[in-house]
């Protein structure tokens, strides 16, 4: 077979958004498509990134007292530690300000105007003055107000560079009605094609009111307008000027994941500057749709925002990836629901995913002390299962071929109920009490190839859960190591010792989460109040000033490093706002990294420096157990605390 490439990107996030769902989900989505082709023994490049420049940036840095380029440092990272958390497996992470993207720009800047498809001509638009942009009819409030600060608008008039882009449409829509699954899905490449049936204006693509951007070429008063600049970055993490064998690779191999709301700039304005500039147009762009919040449109003024951070937090990494993927269709609009994503949690990974795996090693560990059996002959039922096996592979490939996740984790799902089935319809443990071996054999052996099977497809959906699958089978290493090809899907490895290990998924109990969320949305945290009493051991009494001197302050943990030899010990990076430093922490038997990332806690930060293990220590964190450190709870705080601030 010969190899294959595949090349993925997400949009790349405007650093003055906070990551949400949306952000969230495209994201998973590419990452869940990346482990899956690697499966494939395809040779994949994954990239994501942050979109840097422009005018909002640009204003509130001002606001903040920081330079543009301070901003996006840091904001930046509320994106990078996301996807940590999240277990995104990119290759890459692209930032516009980044100089390797900055020479791309101009580069193909220059090229396009050498060969004459940029020229000088006057931009007119209706403009906000004080907000220092130009607003677009659409989305002009009454009257010709701003829609951002209510100011009227004024007509204004400026020089500006133009693409183009009409000189190339009829050549983009040959490509579309020779290629229609360049976009995906149906619906949207319709819309764009009767778009581009319409005919396309030249567009401007420079400004001279802005000064956070990249400058045109030869120009200064001039900067690339953001979006010209941004559509680039596939581009240059590709190698376009860099790496040419990188790009020759994968380039030809692009596909874009991108939200509804820009398509237009993904399926007609990019694959014109690509066709421009003698580049193959993306191979496909799928266009996903939006979440609404429990049935309402999610906006920052309701509230109602679900931040991706927590959701991890509360209910696991691996079920909220599953739920955004399996609940709606990519290409359509869904509806976040908390309960929902419980009630899947229950039915799909508690029951019918867990109780498949606790039933079949039960068995396996009662009447084979463990050991996978090597089967006996192959009934027709037995058969019917195996091929099921076969069959849900192709179907997967095949749904995932065209970004179908929903109907590829369906498809999963009906293996397992199958598997299920087959327990009752065989019922093993007759076949034990009865002396059958030979039956039972055959049995365990085909239920153990279907745990398998659903273990390796289940892999790029949720990492986590299916490595511990995995050690529960008996096997060592990650099943996303495996590559599809070369397993034997239908071979259960006689003789390998399996281990029953801890639930993967707890059950949800309903009324007390319905009873925790109650006391969560009406703001006192019921739940939380402890019913144990606490021993009183005090210490002898400190005056204020003694306390006042410990200087607590709130920072953000925004990295986590093991340090070698050290079993106890986590090197944790902490933004103090004013500062970022190191601190060594003894709580990693309590903590992966990724619960750590993310949280506000609280640092004492006027503690001597201390050399730990070899790392230098500034400071320490605080956090609260029982005498026995049998557990350990971190005080947090929320983001109403801005980082550095005093505690007191
Ligand atoms: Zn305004």
């Not at 239920?447 to 529960?472: G, H, I, N, S, W």
């Not at 103090?576 to 903590?591: D, P």
């Amino acid at each position: 077979m010969s190899e294959k490439n595949f090349y993925l990107t997400t949009p790349i996030y405007y650093v003055n958004d906070i990551p949400h769902i949306g952000h969230a989900y495209t994201t998973i989505a590419a990452d869940v498509m990346c482990r899956h082709m690697r499966m494939r023994g395809d040779n994949v490049f994954f990239l994501t990134g942050t979109d840097e420049h422009g005018q909002k940036i640009q204003q509130s840095a001002e606001a903040k007292g920081m330079t543009a380029q301070e901003l996006a440092d840091k904001t930046m990272l509320n994106f990078r530690n996301l996807w940590t958390v999240l277990g995104i497996s990119n290759d890459d992470f692209i930032r516009t300000t980044e100089e390797r993207h900055e020479r791309v720009v101009q580069s193909m800047f220059q090229k396009l105007m050498d060969q004459g498809d940029i020229y000088k001509g006057s931009y007119e638009g209706w403009y906000c003055v004080p907000c220092e942009t130009y607003v677009p009819e659409s989305s002009m409030g009454e009257n010709r107000t701003c829609p951002d600060c209510g100011r009227p608008l004024v007509q204004m008039q400026e020089e500006s560079y133009f693409f183009r882009a009409s000189k190339y449409a009829d050549r983009l829509l040959a490509y579309y009605e020779a290629n229609p699954q360049a976009i995906l899905p149906r619906s949207r490449y319709n819309e764009i094609v009767s778009f581009l049936r319409s005919g396309v204006r030249d567009q401007s693509i420079s400004r001279t009111t802005l000064k956070w951007g990249i400058p045109v070429p030869g120009d200064d008063k001039h900067v690339v307008y953001v979006w010209f600049d941004a559509l680039i970055n596939y581009a240059t993490a590709c190698g376009y000027l860099d790496d040419r064998e990188k790009f020759a690779k994968f380039w030809p191999a692009v596909r874009h994941l991108v939200g509804k709301d820009i398509i237009r700039f993904h399926c007609v304005i990019w694959p014109i500057m690509l066709l421009a500039l003698g580049l193959n147009p993306p191979v496909c762009v799928f266009a996903h749709g939006w979440w609404t919040v429990e049935g309402e449109k999610m906006s920052k003024s309701k509230g109602n925002v679900v931040d991706p951070f927590e959701m991890a937090r509360v209910y696991g990494v691996d079920p909220f990836r599953y739920f955004l993927l399996r609940e709606v269709p990519f290409g359509l609009d869904g509806d976040f629901s908390e309960l929902a994503m419980v009630q899947r949690v229950n039915s799909d990974l508690a029951n019918d995913l867990g109780n498949l795996l606790n039933r079949t090693l039960q068995m396996m560990g009662n009447y084979r002390d463990g050991k996978v059996p090597a089967p006996g002959a192959i009934l027709p039922v037995d058969e019917e299962v195996l091929s099921l096996i076969d069959a849900t592979l192709a179907t997967v490939k095949e749904k995932l071929d065209v970004f179908s996740f929903d109907e590829a984790l369906k498809s999963i799902w009906a293996l397992l109920g199958r598997g299920n089935k087959y327990i009752d319809e065989t019922m093993p443990w007759k076949l034990g009490r009865e002396g059958n071996g030979e039956r039972l054999d055959t049995v365990l052996s085909t239920l153990f190839a279907v745990l398998r099977a659903v273990t390796l497809l289940t892999a790029p959906f949720m990492p986590d859960a299916a490595k511990r699958m995995y050690v529960q089978l008996g096997f060592s290493g990650d099943p996303l190591d495996e590559r599809f090809p070369s397993v034997a899907l239908r071979n259960a490895p006689a003789g390998q010792m399996t281990q029953k290990g801890d639930v993967l998924f707890p059950r949800i109990d309903v009324d007390q989460w319905k009873k925790g969320r109650e006391a969560k949305l009406s703001g006192k945290d019921g739940a939380q109040v402890p019913d144990a009493k606490i021993p009183s051991e005090h210490e002898d009494e400190i005056s204020i000033d003694l306390f006042k001197s410990v200087e607590l302050r709130v920072a953000e943990v925004i990295g986590v490093e093991e340090i070698p030899k050290a079993k106890k010990l986590y090197a944790l990076y902490l933004d103090l706002g004013y500062e970022k430093r190191k601190i060594v922490s003894g709580i990693k038997e309590f903590f992966t990294p990724q619960d750590l990332i993310g949280k506000r806690i609280i640092v004492v930060a006027n503690l001597k420096p201390a050399t730990l293990c070899g790392v230098e220590s500034r400071g320490m964190l605080l956090a609260a157990g029982p005498k026995d450190k049998s557990a350990l709870g971190l005080l947090t705080v929320d983001e109403s605390a801005p980082l550095g601030s005093r505690v007191s």
